[in-house]
């Protein structure tokens, strides 16, 4: 579904990806890991076009990400940043089906597709009406996974989608989460800095260091079958660490 071709990107002097030859496979989650700065974002960004590859090609479909196929492209995928990434000034009915609104969907569709949503996300519906500020964390970050499924993408993107709630609130969405990815059956590529919400979220794991890719697999993969040395460091680095 996504393909990076030889794919590098710099900041400035910054080399923030290397020659990155990946797949991502269609109808499947696979979630990006490692290090801060070590490119996660980076990959996400080139995918949904806000930034373009130094050199490479990134892939969607059968269709080159560029300057003439963003736009289209975007409207198929689905984008989820941490905080829910909502407009304070809109209310959270408002945030979901604002493409929606600014495509012309026939109204009674929209509203359709926005009770299945809340159905989907356990957000009630009660919650629509407020503004953003008046929602927990949580909630914002259902409203935001909402808006990203609005239009039925068929790629799913996650930035660190729960990395700024708290604990409980984080267990009960990673299981929400988990839940949708098997309902909805879509492409899914999901950034984290925790192994564990990566192993059960993932089909696949794609670990990255400086720009690199280490390892891919699951996480028995990794800890069983480290490709070096960083892999065993990374694992025992988590909280609480990964039994080696």
Known sequence: MIRFDEVTHRFGEIEALRDIDLEIEAGRTTVLIGPSGCGKSTL?????????????????GEEVVGPNTVLDLRRRMGYVIQGGGLFPHLTAGENVTLLARHLRRPEEETESRLAELCALTHLPESA????????SGGQQQRVGLMRALMLEPEVLLLDEPLGALDPLVRRELQRELREIFGALHRTVLLVTHDLAEAAYLADRIVLLRAGDIIQTGTLDDLRERPAEPFVRRFLSAQRPPVEL
Do not use: Y
């Not at 995918?47 to 969607?60: D, Q, S």
């Not at 629509?128 to 929602?135: K, W, Y």
């Open 128 to 135: 629509l009406a407020r503004f953003p500020l008046e929602l």
């Open 44 to 60: 996400l960004r080139l995918v949904v076009g806000l930034v373009e590859p130094t050199a490479g090609r990134v892939i969607v």
